[in-house]
């Protein structure tokens, strides 16, 4: 109960500028956005992506941005996709969500945007996914993927395990041989929309893993649940060797994930970097009740502490 009304106001948050600027001034929060976001310049991605790859992962790249409402600054993003395509290896692996390309500006913005950026990602044979954002944006976005691969794009989506209509998307992907990344779920939904709660979602993740791993086109199984990772396993094996990947997100489990890929299972790291990471923390803060206990406990020791000695949360002592 406290949990699920802690992950709501995370999530309420990480739509809420005043949250963001209040987040963003504490000291507290750079190390903890350390531990989920790469950095913020492409390099740094970069300098991670070598890491990763030397024991043994792969990596996607997430170039942090959402809920983009400056139809110029979409532009810009389409230009600095064409910088780090370019600095990326050959075959890498991006994602990016079509509301960082206009999705609340208009449609025919995101079409131009991601027919640029599938042009430019086949010039280095990179692979694209569009990330799956809140359910109300999903039809547009089947429709704009849709008429991507119409255009010779080849864009993948995530399924969203916990939403109702979840085993119709996931069909529609099989159905127009589209690739699948299939994920419980990190938004907030309404009850008619989602199931809620651990097991109710875990159960319709695995009631889905059979159709995406017998029939779908190079399956991914991002999730860190153990359960769902052993079931994985099981009936990939049932389908007889069929290739899937597990994908993580960074910093989550990385000893785990490298003890997947000892045991022969390709494990994908969900790489972010960029200046806008507030959202993307906020809902991983949002996914594990001791993040934000970690989180709150050291603002609050430290608001304890401003107030014990006199000082502000800069610490200087001066009023602001
Ligand atoms: P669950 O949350 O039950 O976690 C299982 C275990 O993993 C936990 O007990 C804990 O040990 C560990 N863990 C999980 N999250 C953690 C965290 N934040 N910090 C520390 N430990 C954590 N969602 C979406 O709506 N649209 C999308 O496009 C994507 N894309 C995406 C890509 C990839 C590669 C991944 C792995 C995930 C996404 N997600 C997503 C997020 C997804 O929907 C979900 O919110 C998270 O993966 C957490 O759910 P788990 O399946 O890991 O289970």
């Given at each position: 109960m406290v949990d699920s009304a802690l992950r709501q106001a995370f999530i309420t948050a990480s739509r809420s500028p005043q949250a963001e600027k209040i987040v963003r001034s504490s000291p507290l929060t750079k190390p903890l956005v350390q531990r989920f976001v790469a950095g913020e310049a492409f390099m740094a991605a970069r300098a991670a992506a070598d890491r990763l790859t030397a024991n043994g992962l792969r990596v996607t790249y997430d170039h942090l941005g959402e809920a983009m409402t400056d139809e110029a600054a979409v532009r810009e993003m389409v230009q600095l996709y064409r910088g780090y395509f370019a600095a990326a290896p050959r075959g890498s692996h991006f994602s990016l969500k079509l509301s960082q390309l206009g999705l609340t500006i208009r449609e025919s913005l995101v079409r131009e945007s991601l027919d640029a950026i599938c042009t430019q990602a086949a010039e280095h044979d990179h692979h694209l996914r569009v990330d799956m954002e809140e359910s109300a944006t999903i039809d547009a976005t089947l429709r704009l993927v849709e008429e991507a691969h119409g255009r010779g794009g080849d864009p993948g989506i995530v399924v969203q395990?916990?939403?109702?209509?979840a085993p119709e998307l996931l069909q529609w992907a099989i159905d127009h041989d589209v690739r699948v990344r299939l994920v419980k779920g990190a938004y907030q939904e309404p009850e008619s929309v989602a199931y809620t709660g651990r097991e109710p979602i875990r159960h319709a993740y695995l009631a889905l893993l059979g159709p995406l791993l017998a029939?779908?086109?190079?399956?991914a199984v991002a999730t860190h649940d153990d359960v769902l990772l052993a079931a994985a396993a099981q009936i990939a094996g049932q389908f007889g060797n069929r290739s899937y990947e597990v994908q993580f997100l960074y910093g989550v489990r990385e000893d785990f994930a490298r003890q997947l890929v000892r045991d022969g299972t390709p494990v994908r790291i969900y790489t972010p970097f960029g200046t806008a990471w507030y959202p993307y923390f906020m809902r991983r803060l949002a996914e594990r009740p001791q993040n934000v206990g970690f989180f709150l406990r050291q603002v609050l020791d430290r608001a304890a502490s401003a107030a014990t000695t006199g000082r502000n949360s800069d610490g200087n002592g001066s009023a602001k």
């Amino acid at each position: 109960m406290v949990d699920s009304a802690l992950r709501q106001a995370f999530i309420t948050a990480s739509r809420s500028p005043q949250a963001e600027k209040i987040v963003r001034s504490s000291p507290l929060t750079k190390p903890l956005v350390q531990r989920f976001v790469a950095g913020e310049a492409f390099m740094a991605a970069r300098a991670a992506a070598d890491r990763l790859t030397a024991n043994g992962l792969r990596v996607t790249y997430d170039h942090l941005g959402e809920a983009m409402t400056d139809e110029a600054a979409v532009r810009e993003m389409v230009q600095l996709y064409r910088g780090y395509f370019a600095a990326a290896p050959r075959g890498s692996h991006f994602s990016l969500k079509l509301s960082q390309l206009g999705l609340t500006i208009r449609e025919s913005l995101v079409r131009e945007s991601l027919d640029a950026i599938c042009t430019q990602a086949a010039e280095h044979d990179h692979h694209l996914r569009v990330d799956m954002e809140e359910s109300a944006t999903i039809d547009a976005t089947l429709r704009l993927v849709e008429e991507a691969h119409g255009r010779g794009g080849d864009p993948g989506i995530v399924v969203q395990a916990m939403l109702r209509r979840a085993p119709e998307l996931l069909q529609w992907a099989i159905d127009h041989d589209v690739r699948v990344r299939l994920v419980k779920g990190a938004y907030q939904e309404p009850e008619s929309v989602a199931y809620t709660g651990r097991e109710p979602i875990r159960h319709a993740y695995l009631a889905l893993l059979g159709p995406l791993l017998a029939k779908s086109r190079a399956p991914a199984v991002a999730t860190h649940d153990d359960v769902l990772l052993a079931a994985a396993a099981q009936i990939a094996g049932q389908f007889g060797n069929r290739s899937y990947e597990v994908q993580f997100l960074y910093g989550v489990r990385e000893d785990f994930a490298r003890q997947l890929v000892r045991d022969g299972t390709p494990v994908r790291i969900y790489t972010p970097f960029g200046t806008a990471w507030y959202p993307y923390f906020m809902r991983r803060l949002a996914e594990r009740p001791q993040n934000v206990g970690f989180f709150l406990r050291q603002v609050l020791d430290r608001a304890a502490s401003a107030a014990t000695t006199g000082r502000n949360s800069d610490g200087n002592g001066s009023a602001k």
